[in-house]
């Protein structure tokens, strides 16, 4: 089922381990800059990205399948072609509840093999706002 509800944002956002498919080292970036607000917010980002060494000061993984941590979301900032593999990496794992796409990022054939599959997906929201709207301002 997809996540709509503020109630079921809310829900989401108190899972506190993020691996950031496609977190950006380049500050000003919002694939950089995102991630970092979080990481300020006490989530443990993972980053994802076989073009750095470390982002935000934790090694980057190649791959969501060499991800070695638990992980409760996957939070997706690269074009939407590239969802289905995401998503497959994601469902190769036991530990992921939750794939977050972020704004304009979209794949339904993916997105419903998740749903399928039970993970919850939210699609076109970002976790930043998100988070100062229902958790900072709290």
Known sequence: MPVETDA???EILGKKTVAVVGC???PGKDAHE???YLQ???YEIIPVNPNADTVLGRSAYDSLSDVEEEI?????FRPSAEVA???DEALARDDVEVIWL???IHDDEAVARAEAAGL???QNRCMKPEHQRLIASA
């Open 8 to 10: 079921e944002v809310r």
């Open 24 to 26: 950006s080292s380049t």
């Open 34 to 36: 995102i991630p970092k």
């Open 40 to 42: 300020a917010q006490g």
């Open 72 to 76: 409760d979301i996957v939070d997706v």
């Open 85 to 87: 593999g995401i998503v």
């Open 102 to 104: 972020q704004l304009g």
């Open 120 to 122: 919850r997906v939210v």
